[in-house]
């Protein structure tokens, strides 16, 4: 009885463990995701900015 008891458990943890190394990978991969539109919307900010400037050298 006790062995089985064990052995359950033993399952439980393994299945938990999967689980919350499945948790880890995605949030690293939503954190990459995140860092990348950054990174997209720092350079678009940096393209207006520099065509601002552009544009008010003109005048």
Known sequence: ???????INLKK????????KKNKKKKIKESK????NK???RKK?????F???LILQKI
């Not at 009885?1 to 052995?7: A, N, R, T």
């Not at 943890?13 to 919350?20: G, V």
């Not at 900010?45 to 900015?49: M, S």
């Open 1 to 7: 009885m006790i062995l089985f008891k064990k052995s």
């Open 13 to 20: 943890n393994k299945k938990s463990l999967k689980k919350r």
């Open 33 to 36: 995701k995140k860092e990348k």
């Open 39 to 41: 990174r997209k919307k």
């Open 45 to 49: 900010d940096l393209k207006l900015c």
């Open 51 to 53: 065509q601002k400037n």
